[in-house]
């Protein structure tokens, strides 16, 4: 496995959107159908906004479009729920935080889904945490976010262009369900917001065949 970059300046979501377009362009293509979710959707936002000659179609799993987090972060509710953002930013100590008691912290974030994470899927999370520089790695997309002012970040924003899906696990406990909806203005194009009132912010892992489902139709219509 390749060790993750030091640094958080590695980690801001308009140099890893660069990196998705260098990605599709290595692999030989013109432009791609995306996919992401959690930090993977913020990415796949920021690559649609900048980069929209890449991106055919856009299919987003539980992550807000960056103006509607930074609506949400202004509200009390979704800054209870968005703590760790800001403990994050701290330096050294997250790291020391989420080593101790075997990863009792990281573990903590998968034991809201449904249905849970088998103890073999869960060693194998801690397989890839324990690689040198993965925990700080997971951390720095973390660091390098609060180090951007919401009023610089909002005047990056531009319109997608591309066909959007939205599916959203209503029993997010990361994110408020009225992050879902992106404003039109900001999303013209938006196909829908599928809502899957059963599923956690690992809504690709509790609703798989459900989530295959919407995808492959969605993007079948490329």
Request: hydrophobic share 40%; net charge negative; glycine share 6%.
């Amino acid at each position: 496995m390749p060790k993750s970059p030091d640094g958080f300046e590695a980690y801001g979501v308009e140099l890893l959107a660069d990196d998705i377009r260098g990605l599709i362009g290595e692999l030989g293509a013109a432009s791609a159908l995306l996919v992401g979710h959690d930090w993977g959707g913020s990415i796949a936002w920021t690559t649609a906004m900048n980069h929209p000659e890449v991106v055919d179609r856009l299919a987003i799993l539980n992550a807000a479009h960056p103006r509607r987090l930074s609506e949400g972060l202004k509200h009390a509710s979704q800054l209870r729920k968005s703590w760790y953002f800001f403990f994050f930013a701290v330096p050294g100590l997250p790291e020391d935080v989420v080593h101790a008691r075997d990863w009792h912290f990281f573990r903590h974030f998968l034991q809201d889904a449904n249905p849970p994470y088998t103890p073999e899927e869960i060693e194998r999370y801690v397989e890839a945490w324990s690689q040198p520089g993965a925990a700080a790695g997971m951390i720095n997309y973390y660091r390098a976010s609060v180090r951007q002012s919401q009023k610089e970040a909002a005047a990056k924003l531009r319109p997608i262009s591309a066909s959007t899906l939205v599916i959203w696990g209503e029993r997010d406990s990361y994110l408020g369900s009225d992050l879902a909806e992106p404003d039109r203005d900001d999303v013209p194009n938006l196909d829908r917001v599928e809502r899957l009132a059963d599923a956690s912010h690992w809504v690709h892992h509790d609703k798989a065949e459900r989530v295959n489902e919407l995808l492959i139709d969605f993007f079948a219509a490329a």
